[in-house]
């Protein structure tokens, strides 16, 4: 089969984007493997198809791929690549476009300044569903949140905040992001016992209470330039903890997003709203 693609990146997040409106795809878990193997493939993060949407007030359905073929939940970066794809594309001539994934659904709006901003849903608390399990961990309270200490395999521990922004996350606060363990400590956080279905792995540094640097340990990805959805749960845990206001500028390897959430003036349920880039990097063809 011959696949025509488009690939995008996000704060140097990258995907592989396929368009599924017309007619519907069906990828095995091979063939997502080999769109985003980096010498073999075409190479990206993230796989992301259009699809779609039958559903009344919904534009698209918007389904992930981690580049290891697993189908996961959310992807924020790739939000925003996205809305950019439907509009050069000609799917949609909306300036804002809502769209379903397995389990939120969106608001993706293309800005005048050439920005990209998202209305990400709200974070969620609910362990259960995350899954999270802290049965045996120790928890420390600060601010309005929680932080649970990790015991990790090599006999170290850590503390993180953990929150579901659609996908789960687990944020740890380090001094010092640049030099911070990400390649050793962020396969142990993410394949912790606590969460049975693994889990992304934040790295926040505060700068002040309107700034942070930010690496994430992606489930399945490994450390990638930006995660979209960590930049969101890294913020959101930072404010619940008294850390930092509710606007906050992130800079990571890739480039900058802006993380705003309302939760201590507006509750819990209040969206978290992102902004940052989003840009076409070359189309092509592959035989699959
Ligand atoms: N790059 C993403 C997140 C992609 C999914 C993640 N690796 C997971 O497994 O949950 C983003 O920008 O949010």
């Not at 939120?104 to 990209?116: A, I, S």
């Not at 640049?178 to 934040?202: C, I, K, L, M």
Request: glycine letters at 12%; aromatic letters at 6%.
């Amino acid at each position: 089969m011959k696949l025509r693609f488009t690939k995008m990146q996000g704060a140097g997040n990258d995907f592989v984007v396929i368009d599924a409106t017309r007619e519907p795809l069906r990828l095995d878990a091979t063939q997502i493997r080999h769109l985003g193997d980096r010498r073999f493939g075409v190479g990206c993060d993230q796989i992301l198809v259009i699809e779609a949407s039958d559903e009344p007030g919904v534009d698209f359905r918007y389904r992930i791929f981690n580049n290891t073929g697993d189908e996961v939940e959310h992807c924020g970066n790739g939000a925003r690549c996205f809305v950019r794809y439907v509009s050069e594309k000609g799917l949609s001539d909306k300036r804002s476009v809502k769209v379903r994934t397995v389990n939120r659904l969106l608001e993706l709006h293309l800005r005048d300044d050439g920005r990209v901003s998202v209305n990400m849903g709200a974070p969620v608390f609910d362990f259960p569903s995350l899954p999270f399990d802290p049965t045996g961990l120790g928890v420390r309270r600060e601010g309005g949140g929680e932080l649970w200490t990790l015991p990790l395999a090599d006999g170290d521990a850590c503390e993180v905040a953990v929150l579901s922004m659609g996908n789960p996350h687990a944020v740890q606060r380090v001094a010092d992001a640049d030099h911070a363990p990400v390649a050793q400590r962020g396969p142990q956080v993410e394949s912790h016992a606590a969460f049975p279905r693994r889990v992304n792995a934040g790295f926040l540094q505060v700068i002040d209470r309107g700034h942070v640097k930010l690496r994430v340990f992606e489930r399945d990805a490994g450390e990638t330039l930006t995660c979209g959805t960590g930049a969101c749960a890294a913020v959101v845990a930072g404010i619940r903890l008294g850390w930092l206001d509710e606007a906050v500028e992130v800079q990571t390897r890739g480039g900058q997003l802006r993380i705003e959430w309302a939760g201590l003036s507006q509750g819990p349920d209040a969206p978290v709203w992102m902004t940052g880039p989003a840009q076409t990097v070359f189309e092509g063809e592959i035989s699959l």
